[in-house]
């Protein structure tokens, strides 16, 4: 059994990596990793969001993923294998996040119960998804997101989380059942409104 | 819960995946789906996720790349220094216990022995010295002076090793 990590060690997941030139060199230059951030930060900010449920906390994960993504030595295998690592850096710091004894603290209320929001519109999808997505549990969150909008393998969600690809295939038929159900609800009562 | 996979869940996510439902699917899928809980799920689920997927690609993000990259850079460059410098703490820690074992074991030994050699101190000191000295019969324990201010100078000195020990570049 793992023991729990109070110090984020786990954040950074060991990969067969590419060792650095120097280590106090960055493996990826700033126009490169500029080029990656425009592309992957919207799906890992709108994954780190949805997981979640707290914007605040989100965009502070999604800072630590990337300083901690370009920290480490990055996966070979390309811009695919790069976001995989990012989205399982980001996994794994929601798990620390988790594991952490806190107080409660406005940065804890959940998304929902906010008034102000932040700059993502609010369409009809989303009015949707997001009372559904604050009844499930964060793993569930999770495998959905990964699996769902993300288009993951259970192989590659195995790899991003540390489940087992038995485990995933499971809980994520679990969860989809679930969440079903209650987007059909959710879709009944906006209609009986309307 | 039963957990059953249907045989045509591959052909339905890859559809969809590729974009191809429900226009681009043949009859038998669509009608399979419309009968099949497990399937109409999954495409409910999907095609949700993915909406909500699309319209957090237009979201706008608040951080700069730049100063992502000169912030990881200077954790790199602090975390490498701190490696370099590892072995000096450890080589500092390693004195600071020696410089305080032998002055321990060197206080402890000479008190042992009564301080005969620190006689001298006694002669030097001005008779009229003694008068300030919290000593109420005029006789002065030298012995146990010397060895206050021999812890002293220990505390003092130990506090200052520490004080380098802990300096960090």
Redesign the interface.
């Given at each position: 059994m793992r023991k729990p990590d109070t110090t984020g060690e786990y954040a950074i997941p060991n990969v067969d990596a590419r060792v650095a030139s120097r280590p106090d060199e960055l493996p990826m230059d700033s126009d490169a990793f500029a080029g990656f951030y425009q592309r992957s930060a919207p799906a890992l900010r709108a994954y780190l969001v949805r997981v979640s449920g707290n914007v605040a906390l989100a965009d502070d994960l999604m800072q630590e993923s990337y300083l901690r993504f370009l920290c480490a030595s990055q996966p070979e295998g390309g811009e695919v294998n790069y976001r995989r690592y990012l989205f399982r850096i980001a996994t794994n710091l929601l798990r620390d996040h988790w594991r952490r004894p806190r107080a409660a603290s406005i940065e804890d209320v959940p998304e929902q119960f906010l008034v102000a929001r932040d700059g993502m519109s609010r369409i009809e999808s989303q009015a949707t998804l997001d009372p559904a997505m604050a009844q499930m549990r964060p793993r569930e969150r999770q495998l959905l997101w990964l699996a769902h909008a993300e288009g993951y393998s259970h192989r590659e969600i195995s790899e991003i989380t540390g489940l087992s690809a038995g485990g995933i295939r499971l809980l994520l038929f679990r969860a989809r059942r679930k969440i079903a159900r209650l987007l059909r609800k959710q879709i009944d009562a906006d209609r009986g409104k309307a | 819960?039963m957990?059953r996979?249907c045989s045509y869940e591959a052909e339905l996510t890859q559809a969809m995946?590729d974009g191809h439902w429900p226009e681009g699917c043949g009859p038998e899928l669509r009608a399979h789906v419309d009968g099949c809980s497990?399937c109409?799920?999954?495409v409910?689920?999907?095609q949700?996720?993915?909406?909500?997927?699309s319209?957090?690609?237009?979201?706008?993000?608040?951080?700069s790349?730049?100063l992502?990259?000169w912030?990881?850079?200077l954790?790199?460059?602090n975390?490498?220094?701190q490696?370099v410098s590892r072995p000096i703490t450890i080589a500092q820690t390693f004195a600071l216990f020696v410089y305080v074992l032998v002055g321990v074991v060197f206080i402890a030994s000479q008190y042992r022995h009564g301080l005969h050699w620190a006689s001298w101190w006694s002669e030097l000191v001005p008779s009229r010295a003694q008068h300030f000295l919290p000593v109420g019969s005029g006789q002065v324990d030298w012995n146990l002076l010397l060895l206050i201010s021999g812890f002293g100078m220990l505390a003092l000195l130990s506090g200052l090793v520490v004080y380098l020990a802990s300096d960090k570049p």
């Amino acid at each position: 059994m793992r023991k729990p990590d109070t110090t984020g060690e786990y954040a950074i997941p060991n990969v067969d990596a590419r060792v650095a030139s120097r280590p106090d060199e960055l493996p990826m230059d700033s126009d490169a990793f500029a080029g990656f951030y425009q592309r992957s930060a919207p799906a890992l900010r709108a994954y780190l969001v949805r997981v979640s449920g707290n914007v605040a906390l989100a965009d502070d994960l999604m800072q630590e993923s990337y300083l901690r993504f370009l920290c480490a030595s990055q996966p070979e295998g390309g811009e695919v294998n790069y976001r995989r690592y990012l989205f399982r850096i980001a996994t794994n710091l929601l798990r620390d996040h988790w594991r952490r004894p806190r107080a409660a603290s406005i940065e804890d209320v959940p998304e929902q119960f906010l008034v102000a929001r932040d700059g993502m519109s609010r369409i009809e999808s989303q009015a949707t998804l997001d009372p559904a997505m604050a009844q499930m549990r964060p793993r569930e969150r999770q495998l959905l997101w990964l699996a769902h909008a993300e288009g993951y393998s259970h192989r590659e969600i195995s790899e991003i989380t540390g489940l087992s690809a038995g485990g995933i295939r499971l809980l994520l038929f679990r969860a989809r059942r679930k969440i079903a159900r209650l987007l059909r609800k959710q879709i009944d009562a906006d209609r009986g409104k309307a | 819960m039963m957990f059953r996979t249907c045989s045509y869940e591959a052909e339905l996510t890859q559809a969809m995946k590729d974009g191809h439902w429900p226009e681009g699917c043949g009859p038998e899928l669509r009608a399979h789906v419309d009968g099949c809980s497990g399937c109409s799920d999954l495409v409910l689920v999907t095609q949700t996720f993915q909406h909500a997927r699309s319209e957090s690609e237009h979201a706008v993000l608040g951080g700069s790349p730049s100063l992502l990259w000169w912030r990881a850079q200077l954790r790199r460059r602090n975390a490498a220094a701190q490696r370099v410098s590892r072995p000096i703490t450890i080589a500092q820690t390693f004195a600071l216990f020696v410089y305080v074992l032998v002055g321990v074991v060197f206080i402890a030994s000479q008190y042992r022995h009564g301080l005969h050699w620190a006689s001298w101190w006694s002669e030097l000191v001005p008779s009229r010295a003694q008068h300030f000295l919290p000593v109420g019969s005029g006789q002065v324990d030298w012995n146990l002076l010397l060895l206050i201010s021999g812890f002293g100078m220990l505390a003092l000195l130990s506090g200052l090793v520490v004080y380098l020990a802990s300096d960090k570049p």
